[in-house]
């Protein structure tokens, strides 16, 4: 150890031993108590009567993030609202009848679903030398409608395959593509 103020002990199978906080490294030990901790924030309002704190905005939300038949496992676990990836939730690429079954899935969980992540796959190419763009504004309405149908609020964007540059186009006109085809979706 040098000193430094960025180092610190963790204890690994009883040795410690010198590990740089810059690096994340610490023990199952120190992930399972702050893992713990998490559990008793998220249980402290209702042992105390207070189910109310979230709504009120004394205590931040918690949801996580999973696939429809965790849902109530979520629920279950404290949380206070369910996310998912467009994909896996609102199955733009599915029949109306899988969509209803996988929502009727969440639904049960008795958790609001405000928020999806992962908007466009990456096979939907937004920019480069021939961006799907007609495609990918079909599948943004059927997104749109569904969220809608499902009380999702944000949809956040994401998409890094989508938006990947190909190698050897042009940085700004990707740029200009991608502002281009926003632009045009949400007007």
Not at 27 to 55: C, H, Y
């Amino acid at each position: 150890m040098n000193g430094t103020s960025d180092e610190g002990i963790c204890k690994h199978g009883g040795k410690l031993q010198a590990a740089s906080w810059r690096q994340n490294a610490c023990s199952r030990r120190i992930f399972m108590g702050m893992a713990a901790a998490g559990a008793v924030g998220l249980a402290l309002p209702r042992l105390f009567g207070q189910e109310n704190a979230v709504k009120g905005g004394m205590m931040p939300q918690i949801g996580a993030d999973g696939p429809p038949e965790d849902a109530s496992s979520i629920a279950k676990a404290g949380c206070s609202y369910y996310e998912s990836r467009v994909g896996t939730l609102l199955l733009p690429d599915k029949s109306e009848e899988e969509f209803r079954s996988i929502l009727k899935t969440v639904r049960s969980s008795g958790l609001k679903i405000p928020v999806c992540n992962r908007f466009y796959p990456a096979e939907l190419k937004l920019v480069g030398p021939e961006p799907r763009l007609k495609e990918a504004l079909d599948y943004a309405k059927v997104v749109f409608a569904r969220a809608a149908e499902a009380g999702v609020e944000v949809i956040v964007l994401g998409s890094g395959g989508a938006r990947r540059i190909p190698d050897g186009f042009s940085a700004q006109e990707a740029r200009k593509q991608f502002v281009a085809y926003c632009l045009f979706t949400l007007l």
